[in-house]
């Protein structure tokens, strides 16, 4: 009975040890660097805005974050890295519209949206319908009239299935009634030296890659996708004015980490995300990244998420008809 009683108390002492760590772990997180997985190029959008805001939440946290790009597989190679990652919050994903599009337009994916918790989102982001400055289309109407006379049918640059980029050109070409072939690119960046040079007959483009080609005369911009005219480039339409309504649509950048993480260290990231958004520095850098400060925190932005997604169902619905 002794030897019983002594194994129970050597038992109990164990689980109260382990507890104990447990805890003190998540309340002293993070002891160490931070690691933000960006699923597309280095130097696009997405690089650019997440090390904006990563800036300040690495000096709200008091530790490094190191932003590391994993392209390829239309963001799907970072999404299953980081749901396979610890969940310790030291491995975290950055997110946008992939993570709600992958899965209505994919099958067999090695990962899904279960597989994450929300953090926060940071920013938003227009995107640009551009040609190269070779092309006789100076509006979107009258590309429209280029592409249905096109013989065979005129191909577009493609940064990435599942984009809000592609979808508003999958979207683009089913209202205008016209034929286009997709050209698929491992992100934003590596697209632009063949719309310069007239091999693409068009894509569009996030802002931060968009608007420098733009402004230095290297690409015509014939409409802002956003739902209203960028102060960047004011005498660029929009989407709708230019006669497609339905093709408006707006990037966004959030955070997620893997399911099991636990909720302090989530509402700690969430914390540091807010707080850092917050700074003029971060909306400073957000914007001269060619987005916008949008924070949301978890609760709000799984609000917006659940009504993101229902938008875009309809809108799959529709290009896979």
Same mark, same amino acid.
């Not at 969940?87 to 599009?101: C, H, K, M, Q, R």
């Not at 984009?163 to 089913?174: D, I, K, P, Y």
């Not at 959030?254 to 914390?271: I, N």
């Given at each position: 009975?002794?030897?019983?009683?002594?194994?129970?108390?050597?038992?109990?002492l164990?689980l109260g040890?382990? *507890?104990?760590?447990?805890?003190?772990a998540?309340?002293?997180?993070?002891?160490k660097?931070?690691r933000?997985?960006?699923?597309?190029?280095?130097g696009?959008?997405?690089d650019?805005?997440?090390?904006?805001?990563?800036?300040?939440?690495?000096?709200?946290?008091?530790?490094?974050i190191?932003?590391?790009?994993?392209?390829?597989?239309?963001?799907?190679i970072?999404a299953?890295?980081v749901?396979?990652?610890?969940?310790?919050?030291y491995?975290v994903?950055?997110?946008?519209?992939?993570?709600?599009?992958?899965p209505?337009?994919?099958?067999n994916?090695?990962?899904?949206?279960s597989?994450?918790?929300?953090?926060?989102r940071?920013?938003?982001?227009?995107?640009?319908?551009?040609?190269?400055?070779?092309?006789?289309a100076k509006?979107v109407?009258e590309?429209v009239?280029?592409?249905k006379?096109a013989?065979?049918?005129?191909?577009?640059?493609d940064g990435?299935?599942g984009?809000?980029q592609?979808m508003?050109?999958?979207?683009?070409?089913?209202v205008?009634?016209?034929a *286009?072939?997709?050209?698929?690119?491992?992100?934003?960046p590596?697209t632009?030296p063949?719309?310069?040079?007239?091999m693409m007959?068009?894509?569009?483009?996030?802002?931060s890659?968009a608007?420098?080609?733009?402004k230095a005369?290297?690409l015509?911009?014939?409409a802002?996708i956003?739902?209203?005219?960028?102060a960047?480039l004011p005498?660029?339409?929009?989407?709708?004015?230019?006669?497609?309504?339905?093709?408006?649509a707006?990037?966004w950048y959030?955070?997620?980490?893997?399911?099991?993480t636990?909720?302090d260290?989530?509402?700690?990231?969430?914390?540091?995300?807010?707080?850092a958004?917050?700074t003029n520095?971060v909306?400073e850098?957000?914007v001269?990244?060619?987005?916008?400060?949008?924070? *949301?925190?978890?609760a709000d932005?799984?609000?917006?998420?659940?009504?993101?997604?229902?938008?875009?169902?309809?809108v799959?619905?529709?290009?896979k008809k």
């Amino acid at each position: 009975m002794q030897q019983k009683t002594l194994a129970r108390l050597m038992t109990a002492l164990c689980l109260g040890l382990c *507890l104990a760590f447990t805890a003190q772990a998540q309340s002293t997180y993070p002891s160490k660097p931070i690691r933000v997985i960006v699923p597309y190029a280095a130097g696009g959008v997405v690089d650019v805005q997440t090390r904006a805001l990563t800036i300040g939440m690495a000096k709200e946290l008091g530790q490094a974050i190191v932003v590391e790009a994993k392209p390829g597989a239309n963001a799907n190679i970072a999404a299953e890295y980081v749901a396979r990652a610890p969940a310790d919050g030291y491995t975290v994903l950055i997110s946008s519209p992939f993570f709600i599009n992958n899965p209505l337009l994919e099958s067999n994916l090695r990962w899904a949206s279960s597989d994450f918790l929300p953090v926060g989102r940071f920013s938003m982001s227009p995107s640009y319908f551009v040609v190269p400055m070779s092309s006789p289309a100076k509006t979107v109407m009258e590309y429209v009239e280029l592409a249905k006379k096109a013989k065979p049918a005129l191909q577009y640059a493609d940064g990435g299935q599942g984009s809000t980029q592609t979808m508003a050109n999958e979207m683009f070409r089913h209202v205008a009634g016209i034929a *286009l072939e997709s050209v698929p690119y491992k992100g934003a960046p590596p697209t632009i030296p063949d719309l310069i040079n007239g091999m693409m007959s068009m894509a569009i483009t996030p802002s931060s890659v968009a608007v420098p080609q733009i402004k230095a005369g290297k690409l015509r911009a014939l409409a802002n996708i956003n739902s209203r005219r960028s102060a960047d480039l004011p005498d660029v339409p929009t989407i709708a004015e230019a006669g497609f309504p339905e093709v408006t649509a707006v990037s966004w950048y959030g955070m997620h980490v893997p399911a099991g993480t636990p909720p302090d260290t989530v509402r700690k990231l969430e914390a540091a995300m807010k707080a850092a958004a917050a700074t003029n520095e971060v909306k400073e850098r957000l914007v001269n990244a060619g987005g916008e400060e949008a924070f *949301l925190g978890q609760a709000d932005f799984v609000a917006f998420i659940k009504a993101d997604s229902s938008r875009w169902e309809k809108v799959v619905k529709i290009i896979k008809k």
